[in-house]
């Protein structure tokens, strides 16, 4: 059984950092891209940053400069450094990923259970 947990969700202060930590657990055979989304109250899940296997990354236009996505393919772990934030991105933050389990030698999409964000201004 596949799993992606998350952690370093909590509250801060507008101009503050956190970062962001999900990682992958489980029979797993090879982990692809790996991203995280973000969801605010009454809005639709939105991709916040996305990494690849090989490192490429991109952004939304939104959080560019101010968050940075990496990955640490040894942990099957990705991060999120957010710097600057704003009360705009509070949000619930989901971690994703496509990887191929032993179980089922198929690329599957897989989700963290989320972890909250709160900017105070």
């Known amino acids: 059984q596949v799993q992606l947990v998350e952690s370093g969700g909590g509250l801060v202060q507008a101009g503050g950092s956190l970062r962001l930590s999900c990682a992958a657990s489980g029979s797993i055979l090879r982990i692809g891209t790996m991203g995280w989304f973000r969801q605010a109250p009454g809005k639709q899940r939105e991709l916040v940053a996305r990494?690849?296997?090989?490192?490429?990354?991109n952004y939304a236009d939104s959080v560019k400069g101010r968050f940075f996505i990496s990955r640490d393919n040894a942990k099957n772990t990705v991060y999120l450094q957010m710097n600057s934030l704003k009360p705009e991105d509070i949000a619930v933050y989901y971690c994703?990923?496509?990887?191929?389990?032993?179980?089922?030698?198929?690329?599957?999409?897989?989700w963290g259970q989320g972890t909250q964000v709160t900017v105070s201004s």
């Open positions: 990494i690849t296997s090989a490192g490429s990354t």
């Open positions: 994703s990923a496509t990887l191929w389990s032993i179980a089922t030698m198929t690329p599957d999409n897989y």
